[in-house]
């Protein structure tokens, strides 16, 4: 199955390539893999479908959705599953999507992926044990060309800097009368990416996942 089939296969499912590449010494690839391809949200459309899935309504849909999915996926392009969820063992997803040539630690240290921008989210990656000829990939990160780099400075709470993240000062925002914007709509610095921006999230997706990220205790 070459490039173009798995692709194909994957936008059938809802799902876009995020990023390849053919594994090295050092990229924590699982043994035997030759080919590994990275899978995210194909937008528009992802959240749609996923809501008209047997899996939603249920404790964790993404995760269900993606593994049954994926899944799929892999056996009919013949090919491993693997997830950034169900560890341990954790399998390296922020090494493979640098390995890729298709993402990049962005101004504020989040992964910054070529089509997705600062909302980049790898729901799974398929690895065969072949070698399959890949697509050129970026020369640059969108970074380098964005000019004003918003990302740096959206943050309200100032937690998310290239000076790094600081999680306990988001949580405190979110937990504030200012945090609503972000708990509803999204975290401020992805959408402020020029490429975020023309990615197709919906709000009420970005809801989701912030709920999930900033969970009351029990």
Not at 123 to 141: D, K, M
Not at 171 to 182: E, I, K, P, V
Request: proline share 10%; charged share 15%; net charge neutral.
């Amino acid at each position: 199955m070459n490039f173009a089939a798995i692709k194909h296969a994957a936008a059938a499912d809802g799902l876009a390539i995020f990023g390849a590449f053919h594994p090295a010494t050092g990229d924590k690839a699982p043994e035997g893999v030759q080919t590994l391809i990275l899978l995210g949200p194909l937008e528009p459309g992802y959240w749609q479908r996923l809501k008209s899935s047997p899996e939603w309504g249920g404790p964790d849909p993404v995760d269900a959705w993606s593994l049954r999915v994926i899944s799929a996926l892999a056996a009919q392009c013949g090919a491993d599953a693997y997830f950034p969820f169900g560890g341990p063992p954790w399998h390296a997803f922020y090494s493979w999507a640098m390995a890729s040539g298709s993402a990049w630690a962005s101004p504020v240290g989040l992964l910054v992926q070529a089509e997705a921008g600062l909302m980049v989210s790898y729901r799974g990656a398929l690895g065969f044990r072949q070698h399959i000829a890949l697509p050129v990939q970026p020369e640059a990160p969108p970074c380098a060309s964005c000019a004003t780099q918003p990302c740096r400075t959206a943050c309200p709470a100032e937690a998310l800097t290239p000076t790094g993240y600081d999680v306990p000062k988001c949580h405190a925002f979110l937990d504030t009368s200012r945090g609503a914007d972000c708990l509803s709509a999204g975290c401020e610095a992805r959408r402020a990416c020029p490429v975020s921006k023309s990615h197709g999230r919906l709000a009420e997706q970005s809801a989701h996942h912030m709920r999930h990220f900033h969970k009351e205790p029990s």
